[in-house]
């Protein structure tokens, strides 16, 4: 019995892992391990002999278990140490940069516009982008003979050989979507339409693709005061100071009477300030809605009228942010973005303020 209490003891403390272990326990106190067997034995035993070799076999057994157990303890925290000792974190290490993106000043003067034309009641309408010849043209009082389609510059889409039918347009203004709008809810009505337009022209100022918001006011008795009411109200709550407007008589087929609008605004050092000074600088295109522009929505010019405007966002953009180039904004220059962009979690609204 001393023999195998050596032999095992010694085994289990030189064990190498857990199988290992696993091996030894099969050996010496498994169903057939040498302890077993000799446990076995006991019954062939005089009860004298039984009485000493019984209570020593158990001691045995028990001394053998646990070692095992110790051991196999033992094992378990020189695994965990080594691995400890492998996968070591500094949690005092500085957290890696996260890349974060900013807000386009084109996204972020939307906002601003949207929320300045929500808080007098005007709501989004949207329309597409590929629209047909109808509702850029035609719908508007620019007839196919027209030079206002020539003067726009704009892009075809390309049809089928032997299909006669007029080919598709890339929206070169956003008033299709007076049409639009007048179809869906006819009057009265108050929208604005921000959105993309596509001319084919490219220079400092001018880029293919570029930005409007359309508005859109029909009413029972909505005049030319109330345009240059709302007008105002819109350039000083965007420009956050009085801004005085100056109304100049235009033409667009679709507006009669049609005015062009200029912002008050000085030029100093090269650089242009809105809201001061005695110089003027053209924003928008407006006037009184045409009796067939109406028609053309289904609405009933001698029961509404109202007013239509059209400005180019990027160009207020470049105005409120200092922003030169028109075309920079869309080359996609992580530096340029970085640096006009806005935080994402700083958006507009009229009781926060519109610009932080
Ligand atoms: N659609 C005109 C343009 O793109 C602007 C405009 C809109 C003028 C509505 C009058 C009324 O130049």
């Not at 008050?264 to 005695?278: A, F, I, L, P, R």
């Not at 289904?298 to 009228?305: F, K």
């Amino acid at each position: 019995m001393d023999d195998l209490r050596i032999k095992y003891i010694d085994a289990i403390a030189a064990a190498a892992d857990e199988a290992a272990l696993e091996e030894l326990r099969l050996q010496a106190v498994g169903k057939k391990g040498e302890v077993s067997l000799k446990m076995r034995e006991l019954g062939k035993m005089t009860p004298e002999e039984r009485q000493v070799a019984g209570p020593a076999l158990n001691a045995l057994k028990n001394e053998i278990n646990s070692a095992l157990a110790a051991k196999k303890v033992a094992l378990a925290d020189a695994a965990l140490d080594a691995r400890l000792a492998t996968e070591w974190l500094d949690v005092t290490l500085p957290a890696r940069n996260r890349r974060v993106g900013t807000i386009h000043p084109i996204s972020q003067v939307t906002e601003e516009v949207t929320a300045i034309f929500a808080d007098m009641g005007f709501a989004v309408a949207e329309g597409p982008q590929i629209e047909t010849d109808w509702y850029n043209f035609d719908a508007l009082n620019i007839p196919g003979h027209h030079p206002a389609r020539a003067e726009m510059d704009t892009f075809y889409t390309h049809r089928a050989e032997g299909d006669e039918r007029a080919p598709h347009v890339l929206r070169t203004h956003t008033s299709p979507v007076q049409i639009r709008s007048m179809e869906k809810t006819g009057a009265p009505i108050r929208i604005i339409c921000p959105g993309r337009v596509y001319r084919a022209d490219y220079d400092q100022t001018h880029t293919p693709m570029f930005h409007q918001v359309e508005g859109l006011a029909l009413g029972r008795d909505i005049s030319m005061a109330n345009l240059k009411w709302v007008l105002e109200e819109f350039f000083s709550a965007f420009f956050g100071t009085e801004v005085k407007t100056r109304f100049r008589a235009s033409h667009f087929p679709f507006t009669e009477p049609s005015a062009e609008v200029d912002i008050q605004c000085s030029w100093e050092g090269g650089t242009v300030k809105v809201g001061e000074g005695d110089d003027w600088l053209e924003v928008l295109g407006s006037g009184m809605v045409h009796p067939k522009v109406l028609e053309a929505g289904g609405i009933d010019p001698n029961e509404y009228q109202g007013f239509a405007f059209g400005i180019g966002i990027d160009r207020l953009a470049m105005l409120k942010y200092g922003i030169p180039d028109l075309r920079a904004f869309f080359d996609s220059d992580l530096r340029w973005l970085r640096h006009y962009g806005f935080a994402s979690l700083d958006q507009p609204t009229l009781h926060g303020g519109l610009n932080r």
